[in-house]
């Protein structure tokens, strides 16, 4: 069993900056891959970034290329997502999800493969 407890969501202004944090309770946080989702209001969720086991492999979605950064630290348990030059469209609850796996460069953009999900955290970006 995986807890996941995200953080650092807010309101910011089109432009800023807002770093995510996740917080993994339980066991053997290094063998899972580690995700984030965002939905926006009246839309379905939608994958923003992996990053494998080992932190060696990510993966972005187009929309946020090049302006979000995906990390983890397996010695503290935490993966987070540093969100740049944020737009209005970037509004939305952000997901912290884990996916099982026990390949160290294994990540998978697809919902219904993550095993654990956080509550989410929300991001307000103004115009």
């Known amino acids: 069993q995986v807890q996941l407890v995200e953080s650092g969501g807010g309101l910011v202004q089109a432009g800023g900056s807002l770093r995510l944090s996740c917080a993994a309770s339980?066991?053997?946080?290094?063998?899972?891959?580690m995700d984030w989702f965002r939905q926006a209001p009246g839309k379905e969720r939608e994958f923003v970034a992996a990053i494998s086991s080992s932190g060696g492999n990510t993966y972005y979605a187009d929309s946020v290329k090049g302006r979000f950064t995906i990390s983890r630290d397996n010695a503290k348990n935490t993966v987070a997502l540093q969100m740049n030059s944020l737009k209005p469209e970037d509004t939305a609850v952000y997901y912290c999800a884990a996916d099982f796996s026990r390949y160290s460069n294994y990540l998978s953009p697809r919902a219904d493969a993550m095993d654990y999900w956080g509550k989410g955290t929300l991001v307000t970006v103004s115009s």
């Open positions: 339980g066991r053997s946080f290094s063998n899972y891959a």
